[in-house]
């Protein structure tokens, strides 16, 4: 393992307030970690999941997340290649902001304060204009912070529920009919289930019912295709397991708040 190419093995030991990280090649590793400083990720380009032991969360193109310090976490990506812009700072506002893990909006404001700091990427050595400009970066975080995007899924803690959910998420991958018939009565006698036993086991452990569940999979599904196979909203719709696009369209906005055309990568 090269560890300069991983972020959590190298970063803690860096010796300053903040610490810039722009990598074009983003290595993942499986590995769960936490740091000792906050962690702002923009997305450049591809898409990044983060995971926590509750939740998953999915971080699209040019949208941003805040990772609170000392929250232990890893991260991984469906597709190759990853540019991801960081920003890892020691100090931050007395703000709720800072200490919740979110993803949302990146403003035109943020985007181009993140890009100004590719200048100090991987500077191990104090700064004081990289230090008085991410100040500056720390205090208009908050203010850029409209609401989170509800682009989380529920961990299952139980096994049971895990695998229910392991087969339900490879018939929405494999796309077609596959994901657009899905039964719940069926799917439930395959795990030697009543539907009505199996609906109680999802909600007392995740907290959504199965059709929530597979709903907002799909939603999460289609925004990591929107943002990384140039496909069109179309395309996305059917392969998802939809067959009217404008049906598509409004449940996408019922779970997300936005049309698939916002989160559209040109």
Known sequence: MERARFCHLTVDAVQKEAYVWHEADWRFSDEWHAHH?????????????LHTAERTYLLPTHHCAWIPSGLVHKTSSPVKQVYLRCIFLNKTAENPFFKELNIFHTSKVLREMILFTEQWS???EEDALELDFLKALV??????FNAALPLVLPVPQNPRIA???DYLTACVETGGDMASELKIPEVAERFNLSARTM??????????TVAGYIKLYKMIKAVELLSVSGENVKSVAIKVGYDSV???SNTFYKVLGLRPQEMLVS
Do not use: A, C, N, W
């Not at 400083?37 to 999941?49: P, R």
């Not at 205090?139 to 850029?144: A, C």
């Not at 609906?199 to 959504?208: M, P």
């Open 37 to 49: 400083m906050g962690q702002l990720i923009f997305v450049e380009k591809g898409v990044q999941y």
């Open 122 to 124: 991987r500077l191990e």
């Open 139 to 144: 205090g208009i975080l908050p203010l850029t």
């Open 163 to 165: 695998s229910m959910i």
């Open 199 to 208: 609906e109680r086991l999802f909600k007392q452990d995740i907290g959504i």
């Open 246 to 248: 404008s049906t598509f």
